[in-house]
């Protein structure tokens, strides 16, 4: 297999992996992740690692989106390099959901992948906001008053 033909399996597995969260399937969202493998949510500080962690996080971040209003996302093509049995992708992604309970994001993310006994599995999965561009300064520096 070529890195090619291995960044397009990796590309269709983050677009099913965004389809079975917008289906709610997360049934089919667990077969794409290692065994300990972690996340880092944009919604959570805490660093889910292993299995049970990851449950407890989608189901509770299922129990969120399920409060709001109807999502629309959109998905970028990944950005995916390949290293033998190694994997990194780097993309974005823009949601919105409506009211009630309205918010959107452009959210960048990077994910690991691991080729483990011939299949993809992702390792880590990590989410942050598009920064919107340096904060004004508006205080002087120390030592300049």
Not at 109 to 124: A, E, K
């Amino acid at each position: 297999m070529t890195s090619d033909h291995d960044a397009q399996v990796i590309a269709r597995m983050i677009r099913a992996n965004f389809d079975a969260f917008m289906a709610g399937d997360i049934a089919t969202m667990r077969t794409m992740d290692h065994p300990d493998s972690t996340i880092w949510d944009l919604f959570e500080p805490e660093l889910f690692v292993g299995t049970a962690a990851r449950e407890r996080f989608r189901t509770n971040d299922r129990a969120q989106s399920q409060k709001r209003g109807k999502l629309t996302m959109t998905v970028d093509e990944p950005q995916t390099e390949v290293w033998g049995d190694t994997a990194l992708a780097r993309y974005t992604l823009h949601f919105s959901y409506e009211p009630p309970n309205a918010t959107r994001a452009h959210v960048r993310i990077t994910d690991v992948f691991r080729r483990i006994d011939g299949r993809w599995l992702r390792v880590h999965h990590h989410e942050g906001e598009v920064p919107t561009g340096i904060p004004p300064i508006t205080e002087p520096p120390p030592g300049n008053q």
